[in-house]
């Protein structure tokens, strides 16, 4: 029997794998609006240059745009507000220790429905160099082509 896949997959951001090397990942809660869950069910979220923030003991998920939800009337949302992230203290206490460190970034990378509530799962990447970068690109291409040469 088939189980039923808990996690629905909402949003990716693909950009964070090309400019960073991810070192560990993290699960975290999202404190949404009534109006900002609804625009998230409806795929409506954009992670490109989103990033997280630790500001007096609270981490914060910054410009990560959230469009406003069509039947909103006036209960709308500002599209690029500083949402809350939903940790425990000692995580964020080891997050404020890496955000602190030089040539390291925290990033989303997915935000996806878990049990009906948003998580999104942050990364910990230090920043890939522009060699890097293209060293990365000959790989994918070069296991590519062995892929279409071996396929029956």
Same mark, same amino acid.
């Given at each position: 029997m088939k189980q039923k896949?808990?996690?629905?997959?909402?949003?990716?951001?693909?950009?964070?794998?090309?400019d960073y090397f991810i070192k560990e990942t993290l699960e975290a809660g999202i404190a949404l609006t009534g109006t900002e869950i609804k625009s998230v069910r409806a795929r409506r979220i954009n992670l490109r240059d989103g990033y997280v923030q630790i500001i007096n003991g609270s981490a914060y998920l910054e410009n990560v745009h959230i469009s406003e939800?069509?039947?909103?009337?006036?209960?709308?949302?500002?599209?690029?507000?500083?949402? *809350? =992230?939903?940790?425990?203290?000692? #995580?964020?206490? *080891? =997050?404020?220790?890496i955000q602190? #460190?030089?040539?390291?970034?925290?990033?989303?990378?997915?935000?996806?429905?878990k049990?009906?509530?948003?998580k999104v799962l942050i990364g910990v990447g230090q920043g890939k160099k522009q060699f890097d970068k293209r060293e990365t690109i000959k790989k994918r291409d070069q296991e590519r082509e062995?892929?279409?040469?071996?396929r029956v």
């Open positions: 896949k808990e996690e629905n997959l909402i949003a990716q951001n693909k950009k964070a794998g090309h939800y069509k039947q909103g009337n006036i209960y709308n949302h500002d599209p690029l507000r500083q949402r *809350r =992230l939903l940790l425990h203290k000692k #995580q964020i206490a *080891r =997050l404020a220790g602190s #460190q030089q040539g390291m970034a925290i990033i989303p990378l997915k935000v996806y429905l049990h009906g509530f948003a062995l892929r279409r040469k071996y």
